[in-house]
């Protein structure tokens, strides 16, 4: 017999436990999806609840009230309002900190005037038993006719007993909190009949929330706001006045409730750490060494599993390169697909290590103390406390870093982080100036202390910082919102991280990855495959035939021929039309074609300008640096005579990649991040502007 | 034009408008281990904001500390530790 599904939705306010639950109730069978219209995951799990009875729970992003703060909070007054929504839940749960019931209330009151079945959670009972606090749970249910279960998420205490009230059907509380006032009554009366809904105060949300309901029509909103300003309606006042009310009705019931009130003394312990970790000194301190052990862990452990990776993909594309015959389809599997998936793979241990920091710093409460340091430093350049994690990531990897800026709840904050990230210099920026910084800059020493190629090196990563600040400074004028900016926020009290939710957050951020961004990332980089390796037929069939007949007149080896085939390959490919197309536009900027083909080739991975150049040189898949340096100083610039990567290119080389989207992975994750093509694309062309424009001046100047 | 612009929010909390004695003091204005007690809110949209974190007008706040830099604060108020900006605090009246 099939068994019966019900909806459960799991709200609460943040930190209430409300992730730990849902990690409980659901295991690994969590499903990662989009809401309409905002950038918040959706995550689903299904539940076993009795025999006859399953549940999908769906988790709903932290809030305190239905009146939401921020964009993202939105759709939780949405759900709750929207009766024939596809999420409108048949029961929810309310997590509650056992240890601050007071604020948790706020939403449950709210809960039980639109008459939505409600189970109230009393989570971290342990820790209110620790801060001396006792409540008569009994009271409390009978008092506000709703199921009340203690439960503690972290050690799944409480959770069979959560379940088997869930598998029950779950009755609505029949106690109103909150009288709507006697002058709106006619207005709400009007509205609930128009719309046939259940409950006053359902009315009375579409009253204060009406342009917050977007499954209500234009012409349905219209007619609510009419309405409204016909009767003078203030939504604001109302919903002081509201909060009031219900707070006067949660402090009688816990006056009553509350057989013994916490002792002060208890956060006494979380005051002394705050005491160091907000310390103008050590503070500060402290604060470095956790970003420099989560740069170290990403830039060089996460090294280990890459080259692993990496080293496994290129075995497995080699082994059946030699299994397959010959063929464009089995090419496309080895020499596209495969590398393409590798690409996409390579990234797992980056993001996994990021977020396994980033959720140590979340579950442990210390991320409120980031902001609180940083907050007022950041907020100078239009960017958030938390701003800070994002930024320093992107110094290895930008991709991890755009991820991590789910943290920021301000959308504004948010949006500008993505966008200045990538400017941040990468692990992928590192070949391509180690090589150029070797190429030009003579390796003689400043005060015989300091190394010239080493200062270079360092001015480059400092540009990228400093392009980052800037622009993030400027885009907080340019990109406007109607959300406020504000920074009211719990300062949770320090505790032990849960390491399996530590787990599940890994798992979560790499499968959404995996199957959100890598899907951009495989069709960019077969696209940029077939690119560089096929072209016009007739030139591409020559090659061979030319290569050998100029080999003739030279003794090659079989290697070197081999390697000619290659560029000559590379040249006639269609990466090699684009690229001596592009000749026009980056002559100015001191390139010739078979940059410009190096440029195309390396919107797959900053890093793969090396190989190309490489190539394109007839050095084979060498990536010896003294050899292409070697190679490189001997090209000669026909038009000049001279050498052809002369300081002003070299340098005007540098500027374009520290400043230019060379990645088309962080524009996969933008696109996932954003939720949309728009920004994405106008990342790519503010970047791209920048790069040009800075090579262009250099070079200028400089030739 | 303060005065109409709070109006409103002052008829809300029952504060006398007439009675304007000394200066309004502010979260902002209290030293770090301080306590007072809440009487009404200068912006209304925040005021919302800060209703539903626990300010609520009669009940006390504690301000802790301040950042290093001086900005955000950190206060307690309806039983637990919150962080907000000076300028935030600055519109959250407080009688002592």
């Known amino acids: 017999m099939a068994a019966k599904k019900i909806k459960v939705a799991l709200a609460g306010k943040p930190n209430s436990g409300k992730s730990s639950l849902f990690n409980q109730l659901t295991g690994l069978n969590q499903k990662i999806g989009n809401f309409p219209g905002i950038t918040v995951d959706k995550r689903t799990g299904l539940c076993h609840l009795s025999d006859q009875v399953q549940a999908e729970i769906i988790d709903l992003p932290g809030i305190y009230s239905l009146y939401p703060r921020t964009l993202d909070e939105k759709i939780v007054a949405e759900i709750f309002a929207d009766q024939h929504g596809p999420h409108y839940p048949d029961c929810v749960v309310l997590v509650a900190d056992a240890t601050n019931l007071k604020n948790c209330m706020l939403l449950l009151t709210q809960l039980m005037d639109l008459r939505l079945p409600t189970v109230l959670a009393l989570n971290m009972m342990d820790l209110a038993a620790q801060s001396g606090q006792s409540i008569d749970v009994q009271e409390l249910s009978a008092s506000l006719d709703v199921p009340v279960v203690m439960i503690n998420a972290r050690t799944g205490q409480g959770i069979q007993d959560l379940k088997k009230i869930l598998a029950g059907p779950v009755k609505a509380s029949s106690k109103p909190v909150f009288q709507i006032d006697e002058e709106i009554k006619p207005l709400v009366a009007q509205i609930r009949s128009r719309f046939r809904l259940t409950t006053d105060y359902e009315a009375y949300q579409y009253l204060q929330q009406t342009e917050n309901l977007i499954f209500l029509s234009q012409a349905d909103r219209d007619f609510i706001t009419q309405l409204a300003k016909a009767e003078k309606f203030f939504p604001h006042k109302y919903q002081g006045a509201e909060t009031v009310t219900r707070y006067g009705f949660i402090q009688d019931l816990l006056t009553k409730v509350t057989l013994k009130t916490s002792d002060p003394e208890w956060k006494k312990f979380s005051h002394r750490i705050d005491r160091v970790l907000t310390h103008k000194v050590w503070g500060y301190l402290i604060f470095l060494s956790v970003l420099f052990l989560i740069f170290q862990a990403i830039f060089a452990w996460a090294q280990i599993p890459m080259d692993f990776i990496d080293n496994s993909f290129a075995g497995l594309s080699n082994s059946l390169d030699r299994l397959f015959p010959e063929g464009p389809l089995f090419d496309l599997i080895t020499q596209g697909i495969i590398p393409g998936i590798g690409g996409i793979v390579i990234f797992i241990p980056q993001i996994a290590i990021l977020f396994a920091c980033i959720s140590i710093l979340e579950e442990s409460g210390y991320m409120a103390r980031v902001v609180f340091l940083m907050d007022k430093i950041m907020r100078q350049f239009g960017l958030n406390g938390k701003s800070v994690v994002p930024l320093i990531s992107g110094m290895a990897c930008a991709i991890p870093a755009i991820m991590a800026t789910r943290t920021i709840e301000n959308w504004k904050d948010r949006l500008i982080t993505i966008f200045v990230t990538p400017f941040m210099s990468c692990s992928a920026r590192l070949p391509v100036f180690t090589i150029l910084v070797a190429l030009i800059i003579p390796e003689d020493k400043l005060f015989g202390f300091f190394n010239y190629q080493g200062l270079v090196l360092m001015g480059l990563y400092l540009l990228g910082f400093f392009a980052a600040i800037i622009s993030a400074f400027i885009l907080q004028f340019i990109i406007k919102t109607e959300e406020r900016s504000y920074l009211i926020m719990e300062m949770p009290t320090y505790r032990k991280p849960k390491w399996a939710n530590v787990g599940y957050t890994i798992v979560e951020k790499t499968k959404s990855f995996v199957f959100e961004a890598g899907k951009v990332i495989l069709a960019i980089s077969v696209v940029l495959w077939v690119l560089a390796s096929y072209g016009p037929p007739e030139q591409m069939n020559q090659a061979e035939a030319v290569v050998l007949v100029q080999a003739s007149k030279q003794t090659l080896t079989e290697a070197e021929i081999q390697d000619r085939v290659a560029a000559y390959k590379l040249e006639h490919s269609y990466a090699g039309i684009i690229g001596k197309g592009l000749e026009p536009m980056i002559a100015p900027l001191g390139y010739d074609w078979k940059i410009g083909i190096a440029l195309v080739t390396s919107f797959a991975a900053r890093e793969v300008f090396v190989s190309t150049i490489a190539t394109i040189y007839s050095l084979g898949s060498t990536e010896d640096q003294t050899t292409i340096k070697t190679q490189l100083k001997s090209e000669i610039n026909p038009q000049t005579g001279g050498p052809r990567y002369t300081t002003a290119v070299g340098l005007s080389l540098l500027v374009f990649y520290t400043f230019a989207m060379q990645c088309m992975s962080t524009l996969a994750v933008v696109k996932r991040e954003t939720k949309g093509w728009k920004w994405p694309l106008i990342q790519l062309v503010y970047m791209t502007a920048v790069a040009y424009l800075s090579a262009f001046i250099i070079f200028q100047s400089l030739s | ?96």
Do not use: W
């Not at chain 2, 007008?57 to 900005?71: K, S």
């Open chain 2, 1 to 96: 034009m303060l005065n109409s612009q709070c109006k409103p929010i002052f008829a809300l909390f029952k504060i006398n408008l007439n009675k304007k004695l000394e200066p309004l003091k502010s979260v902002a204005d209290m030293k770090p281990g301080e306590s007072a007690v809440i009487s009404g809110f200068l912006d209304e949209t925040l005021s919302v904001k800060l209703l539903e974190m626990g300010f609520l007008p009669g009940t006390a706040v504690r301000f802790n500390f301040t950042a290093p830099l001086g900005d955000p604060v950190c206060v307690s108020v309806s039983g637990y530790d919150l962080s907000l900006r000076v300028q935030e605090a600055s519109t959250i009246v407080i009688l002592n």
